[in-house]
Nanobody, 118 residues
Framework: QERPVESGGGLVQPGGSLELTCTAP?????????AHWYREAPGNETEWVAS???????TYAPSVKGRFTISRDNREGTMTLQMNDLKPADTAKYYC???????????WGKGTLVAVSS
């Protein structure tokens, strides 16, 4: 596994919930990375969604604050995004991005699709 892998996407009705997971490559020390979620809706630019520091301090985009919760498990090498009260505007492909605290290149996953529709 050379890149993080996202999972948990799917189709959900408005008001529903989904939990996305990002699994880091086993070759890295996950606690040495900040972790981020981005999303890209069809025809739109990539949008930052949420971030979490290596010590688990979260920040959120205004559009998702209060509805989404980001968390991480450094021992397991995973990051999750709990998404509640989903809206059609949340429909997008969601990407995991890991950025090293020191030198090295950021890593991107291939994304997982979230569709919110009735």
């Amino acid at each position: 596994q050379e890149r993080p892998v996202e999972s948990g996407g799917g189709l959900v009705q408005p008001g529903g919930s989904l939990e996305l997971t990002c699994t880091a490559p086993s070759r890295i020390i996950f606690s040495h990375y900040t972790a981020h979620w981005y999303r890209e809706a069809p025809g739109n630019e990539t949008e930052w969604v949420a971030s979490i520091t290596s010590s688990s301090r979260p920040t959120y985009a205004p559009s998702v604050k209060g509805r989404f919760t980001i968390s991480r498990d450094n021992r397991e090498g995973t990051m999750t995004l709990q998404m509640n009260d989903l809206k059609p505007a949340d429909t997008a492909k969601y990407y995991c991005n890991l950025v090293p605290l020191g030198s090295g290149l950021p890593m991107w996953g291939k994304g997982t699709l979230v569709a919110v529709s009735s």
